[in-house]
């Protein structure tokens, strides 16, 4: 069967506004909203518009985390994942852990195609898919904003520095996808309830062969300078003026 | 612990890009460093000349290949994890050239990668951003084995020209390096606008904006200051704007000299992709907007008469 993987992470919701602990042990999470990483919810979409095209038979989203991100790949179902799998693992899941518990999926399910976000918007990363190609040996497409997908080859346009560089690539590979490469649907409330009654596995990262292991210690979270607070003008000459003293028109 | 740093060098076949000297810096701050660089291209010359007389680094690896023509995360790494054998550090810019290669070198090496370098305090400990750059963290390396680096442009000045140039050798590497990808083309970013990425000056539009329609006093502001023009979420999600346009945490985070938000209320994730800008300038008719928190300067008013006037005036 012709089937796309597609991971996602657990973040902090993007609207949430991040408080360091005065502890600096790290950030607030307590009574946060988490959701899907949004890179990865347009990673998500992707495969799901290949699917609909007919290029693959099955979507499986697959995430690497504590038990409780049974909630975000529920929501990936209700976006219309065809099954999904909870490698359960708790504590920091660093890229090379996340790959290499991708790796072992992969093994199991041989997809023509990966795909994830480009980074996530916790700890900004932005590894996970290249490793994942590495490991796998296979070609990857980082920062996609356009995929056309052949019997064994993928077109695959790519947001970098100089502008858009389009490479060709053997399936199976890995894509990571840029803000540009769709727009994630919303989902539906029959498709909550249909998502409910979709396969998800629990797998615990042991029972796969990865060890818990994590290579960076987390020394210590700050906050950020803060900027100094500004002052209201009464009308646009004003503005131009004030503007115009700083030098910047 | 002292440093055998390796820099990945950045550059277009002709000439090198500046990130590597930045990363030349960057590396500096380990303390006791050694620093190589590596020009990998099909005839390295002239970028390796280049290398060779930034202050800082001790000798330049040319490593010559046919399939050096194009940047090729998955042909390069191969190369690199060959040279990588004496080496501590493998760092490469946090551009898009830097991130995609460098963590396919880390996995190859089964090494961490620390990514956006942003401060050096030893040589296993580093600084970087989280969350957007709404937390700074500090992360440590056990100390064995390697760590992988990209370098925070932001944060490092380039390195100086050297006094006399390092010497430059040529290696040859023995890898399998795989045909599996292949480059098609590249085309710079098409606008007649400056790119919101690079442009001193960004005038951006909210909601308040009503419109796609309503984006035009933006644009035509805009090109009177040479500015470039993004948008809010909230802007794009009521379809007034391009995805593309998008600036925030779930879009281009951007550091102009001059951000103008106009009719945005400031949402967290807005202000994240902002808060390094040098000034921001809000316009806003609901004067408790959280965007005047940040701002440097507020004007609370109607936008649809603020914006032609300032146009008119500058």
């Known amino acids: ?249 | 612990m002292s440093g055998k740093v390796l820099i990945v060098a950045e550059h277009d076949g002709a000439k090198l890009n500046v990130s590597t000297a930045k990363c030349v810096t960057c590396a500096r701050g380990i303390a006791g460093a050694e620093i190589s660089v590596a020009v990998c291209a099909v005839d390295a010359a002239a970028v390796a000349g280049q290398a060779a007389r930034l202050a800082g680094v001790g000798r330049v690896l040319a490593v010559e290949n046919a399939a050096n023509a194009h940047a090729l995360a998955a042909v390069l790494a191969p190369q690199l994890v060959a040279l990588a054998g004496p080496f501590t550090h493998i760092l490469g810019p946090s551009t898009t050239f830097g991130k995609d290669l460098m963590a396919r070198i880390a996995g190859l090496l089964g090494a961490p990668q620390v990514s956006d370098i942003m401060g050096v305090e030893s040589p296993t400990r580093f600084r970087r951003p989280v969350y957007a750059g709404n937390a700074i963290l500090t992360v440590e390396a056990a100390g064995e084995g390697k760590v992988v680096g990209t370098v925070r442009m932001a944060s490092f000045e380039a390195a100086g020209p050297a006094t006399t140039p390092a010497p430059i050798e040529k290696v040859a590497v023995s890898a399998e390096i795989p045909t599996h990808t292949r480059f098609v083309s590249v085309s710079a970013a098409k606008s007649d606008r400056p790119d919101l990425q690079t442009a001193a000056r960004v005038i951006s539009g909210g909601r308040a904006l009503g419109s796609a329609e309503g984006f035009k006093i933006l644009y035509s502001l805009a090109a009177k200051l040479g500015a470039a023009v993004g948008a809010s979420r909230a802007a794009v999600d009521a379809g007034y704007a391009p995805n593309e346009m998008q600036v925030g945490q779930t879009g281009k985070i951007i550091a102009p000299e001059l951000y103008v938000a106009v009719g945005i209320s400031g949402a967290i994730q807005h202000l994240t992709g902002i808060k390094d800008a040098r000034t921001i300038v809000a316009i806003n008719k609901d004067g408790e907007a959280p965007i005047f928190e940040v701002a440097d300067l507020g004007l609370v008013g109607d936008l649809f008469q603020i914006i032609p006037e300032i146009e008119r005036l500058v």
């Open chain 1, 1 to 249: 069967m012709k089937r796309i993987l597609v991971g996602i992470k657990r973040v902090v919701d993007y609207n949430v506004r991040i408080r360091v602990k005065p502890d600096g042990s790290g950030v607030v999470t307590e009574g946060v909203k988490l959701s899907i990483n949004p890179f990865d919810e347009i990673a998500l979409e992707e495969a799901l518009r290949i699917k609909e095209r007919g290029g693959a038979e099955e979507v499986i989203v697959a995430t690497v985390g504590p038990a409780d991100c049974q909630q975000q790949l529920r929501t990936a179902l209700a976006m219309g994942a065809d099954r999904a799998v909870l490698v359960q693992a708790d504590g920091v899941v660093e890229p090379l852990m996340a790959a290499r518990a991708l790796l072992k999926l992969i093994e199991r399910e041989q997809p023509l195609l990966v795909i994830l976000g480009k980074q996530a918007i916790d700890d900004d990363n932005g590894q996970t898919g290249q490793v994942l190609a590495a490991l796998w040996n296979r070609p990857q497409a980082t920062y996609a904003s356009k995929v056309e997908l052949a019997a064994a080859s993928a077109r695959v346009t790519r947001e970098v520095d100089a502008g858009l560089e389009t490479l060709e690539v053997d399936l199976p590979a890995v894509i990571t996808t840029d803000l540009r490469l769709n727009e994630p649907r919303y989902v539906k409330l029959p498709d909550i309830m249909k998502a409910k009654k979709k396969p998800l596995d629990i797998v615990p990262l042991a029972t796969l062969g990865v060890e818990q292991r994590q290579q960076l210690k987390l020394v210590r979270f700050e906050p950020p300078p803060q900027r100094q607070k500004g002052i209201r003008v009464k009308d646009a000459a004003e503005l131009v003026e004030a503007l115009k003293k700083k030098g910047l028109l």
